[in-house]
Each structure stands twice: as C-alpha cells, then as structure tokens.
C-alpha cells in the first residue's frame, strides 16, 4: 500500500524555530563550502552562474542558478523548495527566492532529487536558512547524511552533510497548502534518484501535470563495471516507468536537458506558456534510453574483449 508522507504544522514547527534536532554540519563547515572556488568544469557548465528568478507556470517558480535547477513551488501554507544546487549558489537561491517576493524562512519542506555534489552541496545551507524539514529517498540518505556519495566520478566531492528528516518511496506524497507533490523512484544516475510530480495550472487556467526529472543521464559513471550493484537494471526500469507517465510540463535539473534558456526566451517575448509541451518528457525518455543501451553496449563489448586470451 503507497504511504502518504503528510506534514503538519504541528510536525514542522515554525519555519523560523530551531530544529528539533541538530544539523549535521556546522556553521564553519557550511561558511567554508560556500566560500570554496567553483571547480573548472562546473564553471565551464555555469553551475554558479547567476540567472534571474522567475515563474514557470502558477505557483511553479525557478530559482536556480543558468545550470543547475532549483525549484520552488509556493502555496497559501508555505512553499516547496526541490533541491540545493552547490553550496556557492545558496545566497543566489535566497536571493531567488526573495525577488520573487517569497520567504525563506517560510519554506517548509526541502525535497531531494539525489544525492550528487552539483544537488546536495546547498542543501545544509538552506536548511539553516529555513528551519525546513529534508526529504529524500531512503536509498540516498546515507549519501546526504555522509556529505559525500561512494561511487563514481564524485564520490571524493565533499560537502555539508545534511539531516533527512523524512524519507520518501515510490508513490508517496508530501501535502502542503491545496499543493500534492508525488515522489516518483527512477533510479539509475543514483540508486534513490527521485523525480516529483504535481501539478500546476497554465496562463488559461487549465490544470497542467508537472513533471521534474531526477536524471537519466550516465553523469560519468560506469556501467560495466557498474558504479553501484544493479545500476543498469535500475536504469531499465526507470526507463519503463516514465514511458508510462504523462506530463505536460517537463522540468529537470541541468538547464540543457529542458530547454531552459530557449524556453524562457521564448516565455519573455511573450510565450505565457513556453514550458508547456506534452511530448517533451517521453522524447526525452526515448533518446535517453537510446544513449543507455548504446553505452552500455560499447562498455559490455570493452569488457569482453578484455577477457579474451
């Protein structure tokens, strides 16, 4: 039976109160990865660069940085903040946030895509900004709570350790002001990659599903050997999965797997509605599922000629 993770006030607290319990990075240790240079190939991606906030559709906004997203979903209660970016970019996402006119301190819920550097490294710093409760997949807990993942390309990328205060599997819900979240399980670039979905209305009026993808990219990673046990299987299921959801409004977290910047031209030139493309998700899908087996194919074949006599 699919649990529904419902928050109360009474659970959460005041934004503002001091948490319930402590935060496992210390302020030093968050002043000093905010501070950290920006490496070269995440300068190279414009992971930190600034980019101006703004609304994606109804209470759907952007707040993230030209590269990596951010997403902030407002309501009457307080408001949804999907994912932390880099530690460097935490003033930017408070800036976002406030531009917009919203609170930090009113955030009350954090949600975690996975746990990799590039979406986790922020996430202490704007838990102490907020007060707001984290939460992420069972699966990648362990990698939030350590500060660091331990497989792949990243896994000696340090950064602030954050508390999970709620986990999340496949189907359950976070409720918030009239607003219902659904975590979605799509493993693979992670072993707990978790992709949201709600949904929001469009500049008419009519109710649009949203869907903002964890990641179905390799990151980097390798498949065979593979970076962590049942990597490619989970990958193949994820790919099954979202071939099965419908969503109007495809929204990810690395600004060139949806168009960011195109769509956004395109919004300010007067397209209300240039985020809203009901194809979008399953063309996606289907040329991320090709690059998959077309790796997974080329690394099976290197490795087998390797054992040959």
Avoid at 59 to 87: K, S
Avoid at 90 to 114: C, S
Avoid at 223 to 245: C, E, H, Q, T
Wanted: glycine residues 10%; proline residues 6%; neutral net charge.
């Amino acid at each position: 039976m699919k649990r529904t993770v419902l928050f109360t006030l009474l659970l959460t607290g005041c934004a503002s109160a001091p948490m319930a319990t402590p935060r496992l990075a210390s302020d030093a240790q968050i002043a000093a990865a905010e501070a950290e240079p920006v490496g070269e190939f995440a300068t190279e991606m414009r992971w930190n660069d600034r980019m101006a906030p703004f609304t994606i559709l109804d209470n759907v906004h952007y707040v993230g940085t030209a590269g990596i997203g951010v997403f902030l979903v407002t309501t009457p209660e307080g408001h949804v903040l999907i994912d932390g970016a880099l530690a460097q970019s935490v003033p930017q996402i408070l800036d976002n946030i406030r531009t917009l006119g919203f609170e930090p301190k009113d955030v009350k819920y954090i949600l975690n895509t996975h746990g990799h550097f590039d979406h986790a490294a922020g996430l202490a710093g704007l838990q102490r900004a907020s007060g707001a409760k984290v939460i992420g997949s069972a699966a990648d807990k362990p990698y939030l709570e350590a500060g660091r993942v331990d497989h792949g390309p990243t896994k000696d990328a340090l950064f602030p350790p954050v508390r999970v205060d709620r986990t999340v599997g496949d189907g359950d819900t976070v409720r918030l002001g009239g607003t219902t979240l659904t975590a979605h399980l799509t493993p693979g670039h992670s072993p707990g990659c978790t992709s949201w979905g709600l949904t929001a209305k469009d500049s008419t009026g009519t109710p649009r599903k949203v869907f903002l993808h964890c990641s179905a990219s390799l990151g980097g990673q390798s498949l065979v050997p593979p970076a962590y046990p049942g990597m490619a299987d989970n990958y193949r299921a994820s790919f099954a999965k979202v071939r099965a959801i419908q969503a109007d409004v495809f929204l990810a977290n690395h600004d060139m797997f949806f168009g960011l910047h195109e769509k956004r031209a395109r919004q300010l030139a007067g397209e209300r509605d240039a985020f809203v493309d009901p194809g979008e998700l399953q063309r996606f899908n289907s040329a991320m599922e090709q690059g998959f087996l077309k790796a997974l194919a080329k690394e099976q074949a290197a490795a087998d000629a390797g054992k040959r006599p």
